[in-house]
């Protein structure tokens, strides 16, 4: 088997060829190069861009259809299911404030009843 160089990041996410970060589950879209020396390249190209960025070249085997052999790393969460998890979590929150300031308001009536009496 022969090898071959992918980018990896800090958080385990791999260079595609698009130059974004993927998880590596679909290995035909991942960056790869027979030469170390022009995945170095890249990774300083990359960290010029973005200077929180901590990549690192990653020699791996290629499987039989010349694909490396990586292990997934972790789901990249969009910007979008990120907006949706702060929204539930709102909504839910907001709806047991709502319950509490609705059982309070009963019990001040119930006062007033009594005063009135």
């Keep these: ?68 052999k990586v292990k997934a790393g972790p789901a990249i969460m969009s910007p979008h299911d990120d907006l949706l998890g702060d929204a539930a979590e709102s909504i839910d929150s907001s709806t047991d404030d709502d319950q509490e300031n609705t059982d309070s308001n009963i019990s001040i009536a119930d006062n007033d009843e009594n005063l009135i009496l």
């Excluded at 890249?42 to 010349?66: G, M, Y």
């Design 1 to 68: 088997m022969a090898t071959v160089f992918v980018i990896q990041n800090q958080l385990g996410h791999y260079l595609s060829k698009q130059l974004e970060w993927v998880d590596g589950r679909d290995k035909r879209v991942l960056y790869r190069t027979v030469h170390r020396d022009e995945a170095i390249n890249l990774v300083f190209e990359q960290s010029s861009k973005n200077i929180a960025l901590r990549a690192h070249p990653l020699e791996c085997e290629t499987d039989e259809t010349a694909h490396p």
